[in-house]
């Protein structure tokens, strides 16, 4: 059978996929602030509990650590709870719920209870979000055993991805970023799991390997196209999986290419990609022909005003400017502000995105 | 009440804390010998809220504790044998050497889960009376709390949502006056907590909290209406924790509570309080003597059994990390 696909927004892939979610198990409950209001999470929930009714779609009260416990409850109760939150930062309110009960739950009485719970998450960025609406708190979730975190870059590995989250018994945190809303893929209309342990090789390279997160992957595989015409070849991975690391593919890439970049949506320190990079080190020392490079955001919170925040974020002429100057490669800087200056304002995904969040 | 059946009641409620009893003193006994190498917060004074409690759910119905987790574990039927060993660090243990004390489950007997951070069940107990909600099950969940407990904001958020859904969540709050050496009226102001619980739209019904036949009635009447479909249930009990805050002995010597409340609470003992009423009783002196011996017996086998349980395996633990 020939499988249909369409081009759909990644926001609609993953309305798709909890859609498709909800019909083949009842036991799946969809749970969040704003799931059912007129906006539905930027379109992410619109129409569900129309579709599946008041009992398995709702709006919450403001309070996040309550309501974590709560769905950590339903979940070992016998359902499939989907918490939603409109921004990680949120989540900094249900940390004890989340590290403490919903990560050691199985652990703790040796095996005899899952928790299958999927915590949707969303990363802002520009439009002023400011300090409190558009950190990246990936490396925080991925410190804690017992939990699984994943940050698909493409619509097809949202809805795939979060298919596999909800079909999972294990807490997934699933870290969507506000600026992959909007890109639109090539998407198959059946449902569909994707690997929440695997990364993907997004471009093969000879030259260096470059491992992404989420939006980072947009970015870099932007430069890898404008690179390749100045005769740098960039072998672009996109994680997918930050807990855990599929480490596998990232140290055959380094194996072929001899170099290691890691491009992080997060704070430098302590974050994920110092995490691979002292993984590879680890396990693939030799490897490496020089040392490895971290790109990462600046240790300082997001600034929000749009003059601040313009050099906050590395965009893909940042990012190609440091690869370039890593990779030693003689190439004039107006060569790549020629391939990757960005015509459109800093602080939007696309020309059309007039705000609020 | 009805006389007859009254006995009967009193006699069970009776076994149930007298057995509570004597086994947290037997771990008492035994702590020293550094083989229970765990915290353990033991309930004794605070048995009759466990048994009277646990006397008016059913199998089905389950229940979340805390720390202090070894009367409602045991009221609720939970397996002795399997939690002495758990205190042992052993194979055999309801976690199999995981959790020790302060992590207590037996889902056969419907007691789903104790953890120590304090505050962290009572929004599992709502989500799992939600969950039965939502399943067409009919089941009441019982979250332990205690007075320290009301101090965390997750109990008004867990309130809030099990309020505005009309759950079947019984909360009882075991008012004991103390967390660890710190007095209620140091913590919270001049109200009662039972008053918070009213202002959030639960129904509060009160009981003295060592007089197990009271506990009972009360519990009896909350069950009852949450199987109706009636509002959350909020109990208060007024209790008094005998020993120590967290391991074997008392601590009366450190000064944190005056000798004579110490006294008075202990002169309520909520054993003693029905060993009266069956002494009163035609047998009533013959069932206290059975059970000491009957209870005795059983303890010292569960405490062998749980000595000769098997050594847990490291290799295990990765494997119970993700399902």
Known sequence: ????????????????????????????????????????????????????????????????????????????????????HQRIDFT??????????????????????????VIRVIVGRGWGQGPQHAQSLQALFAHVPGLKVVMPSSGYDAKGMLLAAIRDDNPV????????????????????????????LRRPGKDATVVAFSFMVIETLLVAKALVDLGIDLEVIDARAVRPLDMTTIIESVQRTGVLI????????????GEVVAAVAEAAFNSLRQPPLRIALPDLPAPTSH?????????????????????????????????????TPHDVPQREFCGPF | MNKALSTSRIKSLYRVMLRIRRVEESIAERYAAQEMRCPVHLSIGQEAIAAGVCAA????????????????????????????????????????????????????????????????????????????????????ITVFLGDGTFEEGVVYE??????????????????????????????????????????????????????????????????????????????????????????????????????????????????????????????????ITHSEQEISKEINDAFTAALAGSIPQQADLPGYLYA
């Open chain 1, 307 to 343: 003059h601040l925040s313009k050099d906050y974020y590395p965009d893909a002429l940042h990012l190609a400017r440091a690869i370039v100057s890593h990779l030693n490669v003689a190439v004039a800087d107006i060569e790549l502000v020629n391939r990757l200056h960005r015509s």
């Open chain 1, 262 to 273: 890691v491009a992080d949506t997060a704070w430098k320190t302590g974050g994920i990609a």
């Open chain 1, 173 to 200: 945190i699933f870290i969507e970023h506000r600026w992959l809303h909007g890109i639109t893929d090539e998407v198959p209309t059946l449902p569909y799991t994707v690997a929440l342990n695997k990364a993907m």
């Open chain 2, 57 to 140: 759910l059913t199998q089905q119905d389950g229940v979340f504790s805390g720390h202090r987790a070894h009367a409602h574990y045991l009221a609720k039927g939970g397996d002795l044998t399997a939690m002495l060993a758990e205190i042992y660090g052993k194979a055999e243990g309801c976690c199999k050497g995981i959790g020790g004390s302060m992590h207590m489950i037996d889902l056969a007997a419907g007691f789903l889960g104790a953890v120590p951070i304090v505050g962290a069940t009572v929004p599992l107990a709502v989500g799992a009376a939600w969950a039965a909600r939502l399943r067409g099950e009919n089941k009441v």
């Open chain 1, 92 to 117: 900094l309110l249900c940390m004890d719920q989340l590290i403490n009960n919903a990560a050691k739950w199985r652990y703790m009485f040796a095996g005899q209870v899952n928790v299958p719970l």
């Open chain 2, 158 to 287: 867990s309130i809030n949502f099990a309020v505005l859904h009309r759950l079947p969540v019984l909360f009882v709050c075991e008012n004991n006056l103390y967390a660890c050496y710190t007095r209620l009226s140091t913590r919270q102001p001049e109200r009662p907590i039972h008053g918070v619980a009213a202002a959030c739209g639960c129904n509060v019904m009160l009981a003295d909290g060592n007089d197990a036949l009271a506990v009972y009635d009360v519990a009896s009447r909350a069950v009852a209406d949450l199987r109706s479909g009636n509002q959350p249930v909020f109990l208060e009990c007024a209790t008094y924790r005998w020993r120590e805050h967290c391991g074997p002995n008392n601590d009366d010597d450190l000064g944190y509570r005056p000798a004579a409340e110490v006294a008075k609470w202990q002169a309520f003992c909520p054993i003693n309080q029905l060993a009266t009423l069956l002494n009163a009783r035609p047998e009533g002196q013959d069932f």
């Open chain 1, 1 to 84: 059978m020939l499988e249909t696909t369409r081009q759909i927004t990644q926001a609609e892939a993953i309305r798709e996929a909890l859609e498709q979610a909800m019909d083949e198990d009842e036991r799946v409950i969809l749970i969040g602030e704003g799931v059912p209001d007129p906006k539905g999470v930027f379109g992410t929930t619109s129409g569900l509990q129309e579709r599946f009714g008041t009992a398995r779609v709702f709006d919450m009260p403001l309070a996040e650590n309550g309501m974590t416990g709560i769905c950590i409850g339903a979940a070992i109760s016998g359902l499939r709870p989907v918490m939603v």
